[in-house]
């Protein structure tokens, strides 16, 4: 079992920057991946970011790519999410993921096994 606790989120006008927080307990020794996804009312949950635990290879979503980066700190087994330049349309729960089955980093939601409980950020115009 792994343990995933978000932070970092608020209110923040659009322009400015967040950084979030995953911090993970736990079997964390056989996490392959990590991802940021997000959500909002009536969508689907959507891939913002991932890295893989080890080697630290990262895929960011297009949408992002040009503000957001993904980063991980091995020793406190904790991943960031830095998010700069938010719009209004970042406005979204973020959601923090593990996954210890694949050595492919994938951007669907289905391929993690373990899921924090959310960090809402809001980006007012």
């Known amino acids: 079992q792994v343990q995933l606790v978000e932070s970092g989120g608020g209110l923040v006008q659009a322009g400015n920057s967040l950084r979030l927080s995953c911090a993970a307990s736990?079997?964390?020794?056989?996490?392959?991946?990590m991802a940021w996804f997000r959500q909002t009312p009536g969508k689907e949950r959507e891939f913002v970011a991932g890295?893989?635990?080890?080697?630290?290879?990262?895929s960011t979503a297009d949408s992002v790519k040009d503000r957001f980066t993904i980063s991980r700190e091995n020793a406190k087994n904790t991943v960031y999410l830095q998010m700069n330049n938010l719009k209004p349309e970042d406005t979204a729960i973020y959601y923090c993921?593990?996954?210890?089955?694949?050595?492919?980093?994938?951007?669907?939601?289905?391929?993690?096994?373990?899921w924090g409980q959310g960090t809402q950020v809001t980006v007012s115009s």
């Open positions: 736990g079997r964390t020794s056989s996490t392959f991946n």
């Open positions: 993921a593990a996954d210890q089955r694949s050595f492919v980093l994938y951007r669907e939601s289905r391929r993690y096994d373990y």
């Open positions: 890295i893989r635990w080890s080697g630290g290879g990262t």
